[in-house]
């Protein structure tokens, strides 16, 4: 963005002039009228800055008052002319491209009624965006086959059109201002598009899904990713040749279960039948120790769950045979004590 020009009261009321000017000798035009001067919106932009700097300053020093007022609709009315002034121009634009390449594609042995315009006269950013016009149409032209509907079967024993770069210049371009060549303008010229190509448009999940065929049997789709189990081939065991070695046979694996070694004495025979004799005894009574009978001091309004999982309500005076566990967890807490026979 280039930096804003600094205008004096007398410029401004230059530029406003010309605006005003400009707005009411375009309205009736459907062509885009020649502009004051080359710089014209730039200057514009100066003008609307300067109102903006001096309403920013009455405001900042507390002066409000009816000059204050009538600056601010100063700038709301050279704003409203510009915007108006702007788009009017810009339909202008849009008009005229199209119209002088649908008629030069349509019948390119006539002398064409719209005269070129000027761009000497012409803002820079208008030119800009009159040739963004063309290359839109000449695109457009191309895509729909413009010359094949115009000139049907000619079109297509005539070579194709070449297309140029964008920003080729014609001959007439380099002429003064109002020369020309010739008393006819020059031809359109073809630019090449400099758009990127549209992008493939992505299938949707769901409607692949949908275009995808059915199973017909809907028991070979579930077993379709099953895999057959594969057979087991039996091995033949051969018996062991009479002629081998008999040293074979030691070292072959013997069938019987292997002891384990111990590094204690075996103990001797009365020994090993009094530990057998002994160990129901001792089993049966970790078995009674597993249970503690224990005299309920208080009574619980809820029941407790057991190791079982089982409720297990308390009252006072109860007596009970619980876990270990369970029977120390009662004592420690005061709610219980032993009471062993």
């Known amino acids: 963005m280039t930096s804003v020009r600094n205008l004096d009261s007398a410029q401004a009321q230059e530029i406003e002039e010309q605006l005003f000017t400009t707005h009411r000798q375009q309205l009736p035009r459907h062509v885009p009228i020649p502009l004051p001067r080359q710089d014209f919106w730039e200057m514009v932009r100066a003008l609307l800055s300067k109102l903006d700097l001096e309403i920013q300053d009455m405001v900042r020093k507390g002066s409000i008052d009816m000059r204050l007022q ?6 709301t009315n050279i704003r409203r002319i510009a915007s108006e002034l702007a788009r009017k121009r810009m339909v202008a634009m849009m008009q005229h491209a199209a119209t002088q390449s ?4 349509g019948q390119p042995g006539l002398v064409q009624e719209l005269p070129s315009l000027e761009w000497q006269r012409h803002d820079p950013a208008e030119k800009a965006f009159y040739h963004a016009l063309q290359l839109n149409v000449d695109r457009f032209k191309k895509e729909i086959d413009w010359q094949g509907m115009q000139q049907g079967i000619l079109s297509e024993l005539r070579g194709p059109t070449s297309a140029y770069a964008p920003g080729t210049m014609q001959l007439d371009d380099y002429m003064g201002e109002g ?16 758009l990127p190509p549209l992008q493939e448009t992505q299938d949707d999940e769901e409607e692949r899904l949908l275009a995808e065929p059915d199973w017909a049997d809907e028991e070979a789709y579930l077993m379709a990713d099953i ?29 019987k279960p292997i002891e384990q070694i111990s590094d204690e004495p075996p103990l001797p025979i009365h020994d090993v039948q009094e530990q057998k004799e002994a160990t129901p005894a001792e089993s049966g009574s970790e078995v009674a120790k597993e249970n503690v009978r224990v005299r309920i001091l208080e009574t619980l309004d809820e029941p407790i769950i057991d190791e079982q999982g089982d409720e297990l309500s308390l009252e006072a005076g109860d007596i009970h045979f619980l876990e270990e566990e369970t029977a120390a967890w009662l004592i420690d807490v005061g709610v219980a004590e032993r009471a062993e026979l």
Not at 70 to 75: I, S
Not at 102 to 105: A, D, I, K
Not at 247 to 253: D, G, K, S, Y
């Open 227 to 255: 895999q057959e189990p594969q057979e087991v081939q039996p091995v033949e065991v051969r018996a062991p040749a009479a002629s081998k070695h008999g040293a074979a046979m030691e070292l072959a694996p013997s069938t």
């Open 179 to 194: 020369e020309r060549l010739s008393a006819q303008p020059p031809p359109d010229l073809a630019f090449e598009d400099e």
């Open 102 to 105: 649908l008629r030069s594609g």
């Open 70 to 75: 009538n600056l601010q609709k100063r700038q």
